[in-house]
């Protein structure tokens, strides 16, 4: 079955410690994205990607850094520069750019920092 | 810059009754219009979408959308809902101009027996 994986789905920290959230998948989009989900603000997007080796900054990236080595992985660090890191974190992606496409999403990764 | 607007944070309704969940957009250039539903603890999936032709969108489950671009508004209905319609709705407009996806802040539908 084609799909988005996210690892792992519930994640505990102490402050001041980095976090590598996985994000693979194996539909063969172009496109992938971070966003970070808290209760009563929707979504909003930390990072994106259109191709492998390239990716720009969302709306809400600091703290945080990815990298996109291959097309199928896009994964996250939220780094201890994050400063209110506990959150639902969930990484998605299109066939094209978000503008025009649906985008597929993973079940998410959420992460507490104790 | 486009902005989008789910007023109703929370709606109850009983089980077999209507609902409208409604979404509101601020710009009425060229856009492509979503709804997504998210379960419990899991990711969003695509409900409908309208990209173009006919303004009255179906999804597979029930739920319609109109596009009415003089309202710009993308108002989402169910004529009778069921328990496992329980979930948070989320709008999300595409602006073609910013090739920017933004999504609403959500609804959550709660359906009660």
């Known amino acids: ?114 | 810059a486009q902005s989008v607007t789910q007023l109703d944070s929370q709606v109850p309704v009983f089980e077999e009754a209507p609902v409208e969940l409604r979404c509101n957009y601020s710009s009425s250039v060229s856009v492509y219009l979503f709804w997504y539903v998210q379960y419990p603890n899991q990711g969003l999936q695509l409900l409908l979408k309208y990209l173009s032709g006919s303004t009255l969108v179906e999804s597979i489950n029930g739920f319609e959308a109109e596009f009415n671009k003089s309202q710009t508004s993308f108002h989402l209905r169910k004529p009778s809902v069921h328990i496992s319609d329980t979930a948070e709705y989320f709008c999300a407009v595409s602006d073609l101009s910013t090739d920017k996806l933004i999504f609403g802040t959500g609804t959550r539908l709660q359906v009660f027996p």
């Not at chain 1, 990072?47 to 097309?71: L, M």
């Open chain 1, 1 to 114: 079955d084609g799909g988005i994986t996210q690892s792992p789905k519930y994640l505990f920290r102490k402050e001041g410690q980095n976090v590598t959230l996985s994000c693979e998948q194996n539909l063969n989009h172009d496109a992938m994205y971070w966003y970070r989900q808290d209760p009563g603000q929707g979504l909003r997007l930390i990072y994106y990607s259109q191709i492998v080796n390239d990716f720009q900054k969302g709306d809400i990236a600091e703290g945080y850094s990815v990298s996109r080595e291959k097309k199928e992985s896009f994964p996250l660090t939220v780094t201890s520069a994050q400063k209110n890191p506990t959150a639902f974190y969930l990484c998605a992606s299109s066939t094209q750019d978000r503008g025009s496409g649906e985008l597929f999403f993973g079940e998410g990764s959420r992460l507490t920092v104790l």
